[in-house]
């Protein structure tokens, strides 16, 4: 069970994470950050490879120890493929270096797995945020099997 | 807390929400303020304002004898309701009600893909299952079928056909209600209602012919309010052996004429498989000279030639569409195309993605214009925002509907290009777009804002060109909640006689008035006449 002190603990650090990503006017730093107190399977952290220095930022929060899938530009295969089904899964935490439009899209869609976009900060040429559900949150409208789906096929 | 919906008390509403969470459960139905704003629309012309439609609750339910229960609340306290799909069309009012203090109706619990068969290309699904549900089964299961999405892909199958929305692949998919194949709805009174061939029990052939017997009722559940759709087939593309996407380009502005009819007259006959857009690459944007030709209202051919030639020669039109089949047929329809369109001077021909099947997801992540394919994608929300401007302020779609003949094109978009310019607006693209086998669309994006001063100046672009619009012979196909009212009375021929017929339909279907009470501006008894 995901108490509320992990949960927090576990968003500033994939936050950070991410955060701390080298960047010109910011703090580098290459220290690994501590993985995060949830299960490893239940976080990711998603780049799109079309922004700025998206190739360090996914370099360095692998280095961290936190899953990370990138993209270019359209989010939506990412989404069915990967992020849909970790939030179906149970309680998760996402953390995401985008562009605006993306993290638009994916707050309104992960709400239906009762996540939230719980942190965020504008880069220069994108967004750092951390989006993430947990127990206490409402329930995931997870599919009802269908047991008809290969009747006809 | 939200408030009770107009002429309930407090009390009543306290009660129907007790019951419904008796239908539901507890956890699924959503009565505080923080719930209530998911289903606020995001991109409202009347955003922050008195007026703004807000609902009162929310209820999912997960099944058809829930949404009756819900059904029976609503009719015992004259609780209005707003079903909702995924309520992911942004540009057409999203998840909120039409009616402020609805109950919105959420089913997007409801989201089984009861079947699919490849062997006859159909499919039955729930109105929670959304294009990437269905598209991902499709491939998980190596399913040889496409679906034909809505672009962005985010929606849901019902509820985009339910709106009479469009996609991109072949004709025969790409007109969404037109696709559909059956359905199943709760009637406001409770009662459950197959239609087609599903009204007759035995019968092996609900998504296979859309008819039945006797009146066919399909239509009436489309843009309106007289029931909840709970189930609805579709017919589904085979997947092709290879697909060609092409563009047509041709020099000067009039001729768009030849182009249109030429590229339609291949499309009804079948050579030319896929949604096509006539799209003016040089009309876009804001440079001076154009938004000055634009919203003049009335620039000479000339002038917009002489214009496309200080452009460096850019194609003032490009036509973009997709063949889809085996190769050696692909190649004899282009080649046929390109026969066709020769003798246009100037014209110039282009193949810029051709694919074989099925693909890798690797390949269809790569897919440029993916809805052609259908793939359904997000893109379009990156493409309509300057790098990091957060999309926050949204549009709405105006979708004046035209005959598919170019002069019509250029007549429409002098006058919105006027319109726009008169209103203190940059215009919007121009582009028309084939999405049914005898029309085209133009879509006009008009912003929305977070303002109230913004708005009201969007809101009267928008009635004005409503308005015009119809007067020169282009009403709109499909319009906002909050402009259905004006939307309808632009079908109000013969002193509105079909907006009687509409009442009097939702007289017989809906007496106590609950379902979506004003969508498309259909008004129970009761609230009738209560709206300004």
Known sequence: MIDRRSFLTSNVALAAALLTWPQSGAAATRT???????????????????????????????????????????????????????????????????????????????RDFGARVRQRADARSGVVWVLSSTPLERAVLAPISSTWSRSHA | MPSPPPGLSERDFQAALRELEGVVGREWLFATDEDVLLYRDGYSPLWGEADERFASAAVAPSSVEQVQGIVKVANQYGLPLYPISTGRNLTYGGAAPAYSGSVVVDLKRMNRILDVSARDKTCLVEPGVSYFDLYRHLRTNKIPLWIDTADPGWGGLMGNALDRGGGYTDIEFRDHFDAHCGMEVVLPTGEVVRTGMGASPQAKTWQLFKYGLGPWVDGIFSQSNFGIVTKMGFWLMEEPQAALQVSVTVPKRRDVVPLVDTLHSLMCAHTVPSQVTVASPLM????????????????????????????????????????????????????????????????????????????????????????????????????????????????????????????????????????????????????GMMFHPRTMICFHAVPTFRNAADNARTRKLFETMVRGCTERGWPIYRIHPVFQKLGMEMFGRDNGSLHRLHETLKDAIDPNGIVSPGRYDIWPKRLRGTQA
């Not at chain 2, 002038?303 to 190649?331: E, L």
């Not at chain 2, 003798?343 to 693909?359: C, D, H, M, N, Q």
């Not at chain 2, 005959?403 to 429409?412: D, K, N, T, V």
């Open chain 2, 284 to 431: 876009a944007g804001n440079n001076p000279e154009l938004v000055r030709l634009r919203g003049s209202g009335g620039a000479s051919d000339a002038d917009w030639d002489r214009f496309a030639a200080n452009a460096g020669g850019a194609p003032f039109w490009a036509a973009t569409f997709v063949y889809y089949g085996p190769s050696k047929v692909i190649a004899a329809q282009w080649e046929h195309t390109k026969e066709r369109l020769a003798g246009i001077a100037g014209v110039g021909f282009r193949e810029t993605a051709s694919y074989k099947f099925p693909l890798t997801d690797e390949q269809a992540e790569a897919v440029a214009d993916k809805a052609r394919y259908g793939i359904p994608s997000l893109n379009l929300f990156g493409s309509r925002t300057a790098p990091n401007a957060p999309p926050l302020e949204g549009h709405m779609d105006f979708s004046p509907m035209i005959p598919p003949h170019g002069e019509e094109l250029i007549a429409l978009t002098d006058y919105t290009g006027k319109v726009y310019a008169d209103q203190g607006f940059t215009p919007s693209f121009v582009a």
């Open chain 1, 32 to 110: 690994r950050t501590p993985a995060a107190s949830w299960p490893p399977e239940s976080q990711l952290a998603v780049v799109d490879r079309e922004l700025d220095k998206a190739g360090a930022v996914a370099k360095h929060t692998r280095r961290t120890g936190v899953r990370t899938l990138e993209f270019e530009g359209d989010v939506a295969g990412l989404w069915m493929r990967e992020i849909e089904p970790l939030l179906r899964a149970g309680p998760s935490v996402i953390a995401g270096y985008t562009g605006p439009a993306t993290l638009f899209c994916l707050d309104l869609l992960a």
